[in-house]
């Protein structure tokens, strides 16, 4: 069983910084890939970033796509999230999720566990 515990949400401007982290424990995570999603109100849950177990490799959609990086730290078991040039649609909560294997991509049933997410807030 692993535990997701994310944090670093907040109210930025456009065009402001925030920094996620998502701290695990239960277990080391350093054998699965991560990955980050979003819910906007009303919308459904997507994807936004995924990295492979050594870290090596990462996937984005194209909306974090050069604005967005996700890296992790095995040895802290924990994935952290950098998002810059922070704009209004950004606005959702964000989630991180541990795949049940090496998947790392969009598909969001290929995650097994979930934290309960930060809100990220970019007013304009």
């Known amino acids: 069983q692993v535990q997701l515990v994310e944090s670093g949400g907040g109210l930025v401007q456009t065009g402001g910084s925030l920094r996620l982290t998502c701290a695990a424990s239960g277990r080391t995570i350093s054998g699965v890939a991560m990955g980050w999603f979003r819910q906007a109100p009303g919308k459904e849950r997507e994807f936004v970033a995924a990295?492979?177990?050594?870290?090596?490799?990462?996937y984005y959609a194209d909306s974090a796509q050069g604005r967005f990086t996700i890296s992790r730290d095995n040895t802290k078991n924990t994935v952290y999230l950098q998002m810059n040039t922070l704009q209004p649609e950004d606005t959702a909560l964000y989630y991180c999720a541990a795949s049940s294997g090496t998947y790392f991509g969009p598909r969001n049933n290929e995650y097994q566990y979930w934290g309960q997410g930060t809100q990220v807030t970019v007013s304009s």
């Open positions: 990295i492979t177990r050594s870290g090596l490799t990462t």
